[in-house]
């Protein structure tokens, strides 16, 4: 279980301070499927960098199975198990580096033990990519097959929770519904939870069973998903369910 426990983090900006994320709690099962949705700028990013470790809360905390993420032991046990899939996952590969290096590192960087060779073949196969793909660079890639190196690459340590930012704005839409489908595949069939972050909430309908809206730094509206889409009762809920684009009667 991963859980953000009273989150607040704010950031120096020129002169003054933003109140990036102000008393955030979140709490997500193994095998959960939860949507963050919000405007741009109401904190989304944050919250994932502070429940990867990635930045320490100024208060409150995280916990990991029940252990705080305080100390770089703790925070390096929980990256093996929660893994992340950045906002421009293709833009994220080194170009220099072949396939199989890049699956690789993490793999290295977090002394996982066993056979690594077997390790990337199979993060390979979850995102259905072959062996060929092994030897290619990131120019070698389609913007797809980029896309799944991308998640293959935060699969190969084996997590138990992937948290995705934004990993399907910006696709176009065929490219967009595979990655959706993929991520849905490894949430409904190997139990990965998932915490997915979107202003689209279309994909976050597919994908989560229940959705947290944020604004400026705080949730103001939670619950499951079809209950947020079909009676939003906070205006930026509305704002967002709006935006859907609705399919001509
Ligand atoms: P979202 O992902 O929902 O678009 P973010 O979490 O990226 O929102 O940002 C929330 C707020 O914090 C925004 O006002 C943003 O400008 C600010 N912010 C985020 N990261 C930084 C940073 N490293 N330095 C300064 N301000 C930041
Ligand atoms: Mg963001």
Do not use: W
Not at 40 to 66: A, I
Not at 84 to 103: G, I, N
Not at 127 to 135: A, C, F, I, P, Q
């Amino acid at each position: 279980m991963l859980h953000g426990v009273g989150l607040t983090k704010s950031y120096r900006a020129g002169s003054g301070v933003v109140a990036a994320v102000r008393g955030i709690d979140l709490e997500m099962r193994e095998g959960e499927s939860v949507g963050l949705v919000g405007p741009s700028g109401s904190g989304k990013s944050t919250v994932l960098s502070l429940l990867l470790g990635l930045e320490r809360p100024d208060e409150g905390e995280v916990r990991f199975n029940g252990v705080p993420l305080t100390g770089r032991q703790e925070i390096r046990r929980a990256r093996q198990a929660v893994q992340y899939v950045p906002q421009d996952p293709a833009s994220s590969l080194d170009p220099r580096r072949t396939v199989e290096r890049q699956l690789q590192e993490p793999l290295r960087r977090f002394r996982i033990p066993g056979d690594h060779a077997i390790l990337v073949r199979d993060a390979l196969e979850q995102v259905d990519l072959g062996t060929e793909h092994l030897g290619r660079r990131a120019h070698e890639l389609s913007g797809g097959q980029a896309q799944r190196v991308a998640i293959a690459r935060a699969l190969v340590t084996g997590p138990r929770i992937l948290l995705a930012d934004e990993a399907v704005s910006g696709l176009d839409l065929p490219l967009r519904n595979q990655v959706l489908e993929l991520l849905k595949d490894l949430h409904v069939r190997a139990g990965l939870g998932l915490l997915f972050v979107s202003h689209d909430l279309t994909a976050v309908r597919l994908l989560c069973d229940r959705a947290l809206v944020l604004d400026h730094g705080q949730v103001v509206e939670q619950g499951p998903t079809d209950r947020l889409l079909q009676t939003p009762s906070h205006p930026v809920t509305q704002e967002l369910v709006d935006a859907v684009p609705r399919l001509p009667a």
